[in-house]
């Protein structure tokens, strides 16, 4: 038996994991960063204070039972391009090394992105796309990224990640929290948002801006905005937000699979687990979802990583 730990510590959540080879089953704790009510996001310092503190107690929780760790992996960046950077990622970083140090065994450096895929991979068992020559698209769409990806795998980053398209200003999740926060629900807005959305009765006739494979997400902000400000039903400005982001990213990815032809669409990201989006996004061919809980944050993917760099994935 091995098993891996993984650790990711991102802009909204503090997570970590297990992944049993032996079982291929996983066990993942995590914590929403807190963020004060109004406010549309965290400081990156404060954002390393309350890593370093919620961290050590969720690894404690994890390991109430010792545990043979063959190798520990985390995220060290944001994504896997030159430049990509975050503090928070500091505090997953300084306690992995710390574990693998203590115990002697291998450490293994991954990005947020490649997480999130692998995650996605994992819950909607389609690890095989690893030991594949062929290509698969991967959209990820969160509060901080709205990326729509060409992945391979590749033997020394797993995955050979291309950024083909996305958002070309606002990022989805970016616009779901600006405007719930507008309605006076607490960051971040995603399941609050949903729940509202689904009150709804009206169907909107959505009209996306696409620039080839990408789409501007600014202008729904202001469309929102201004529907709140003439007195629309808060559910009606919900469904409408949700609508217009699942018909930009289907209108993007067909645009894709146009260029390069069918391939399996991956979605990942926590704007991903959203019911109302996935039900538009789900008439793409080949398209497979992570269920909600891989979808969001997590440290699954991270955990994968190095299973995978091992061999045993």
Request: glycine letters at 8%; one cysteine or more.
């Amino acid at each position: 038996m091995s098993i891996f730990l993984g650790i990711d510590t991102s802009n909204y959540t503090t997570s970590c994991a297990l992944y049993d080879t032996d079982t291929c089953e996983v066990v993942s704790l995590k914590r929403l960063l807190p963020v004060k009510k109004g406010e549309k996001g965290i400081r990156q310092s404060d954002a390393v204070f309350h890593h370093t503190k919620q961290l050590p107690e969720l690894i404690e929780q994890l390991l109430t039972e010792k545990k043979d760790i063959d190798a520990v992996s985390w995220s060290c960046a944001p994504r896997n391009a030159q430049g990509s950077y975050m503090p928070c990622f500091l505090a997953g970083e300084s306690a992995a090394r710390s574990i693998c140090a203590a115990l002697g065994i291998k450490g293994f450096a991954t990005h947020h992105q490649t997480g999130h895929i692998l995650a996605a991979l994992y819950s909607c068992k389609r690890l095989d796309l690893l030991k594949s020559n062929k290509s698969f698209v991967a959209l990820h769409v969160s509060g901080g990224t709205t990326d729509m990806l060409l992945c391979r795998p590749d033997e020394q980053s797993v995955l050979d990640i291309t950024h083909i398209g996305g958002t070309l200003d606002l990022n989805a999740g970016q616009a779901v929290d600006r405007v719930g926060v507008a309605m006076g629900i607490d960051f971040p807005c995603g399941p609050q948002l949903e729940m509202l959305a689904a009150k709804s009765e009206k169907s909107f006739s959505v009209k996306p801006v696409i620039k080839g494979k990408s789409c501007c997400l600014s202008g729904l902000e202001n469309m929102c905005m201004k529907m709140l400000s003439d007195g629309a039903e808060p559910s009606d400005v919900a469904r409408f937000c949700l609508e217009y982001i699942a018909s930009s990213i289907k209108a993007i990815t067909l645009s894709a699979l146009d260029e390069f032809g069918t391939m399996p669409v991956i979605f990942a990201g926590g704007v991903m687990s959203d019911k109302l989006i996935r039900n538009t996004l789900c008439e793409i061919p080949d398209s497979w979802f992570a269920e909600p809980e891989f979808s969001c944050d997590n440290a699954v993917g991270v955990a994968l990583f190095g299973a995978v760099k091992k061999g045993l994935v």
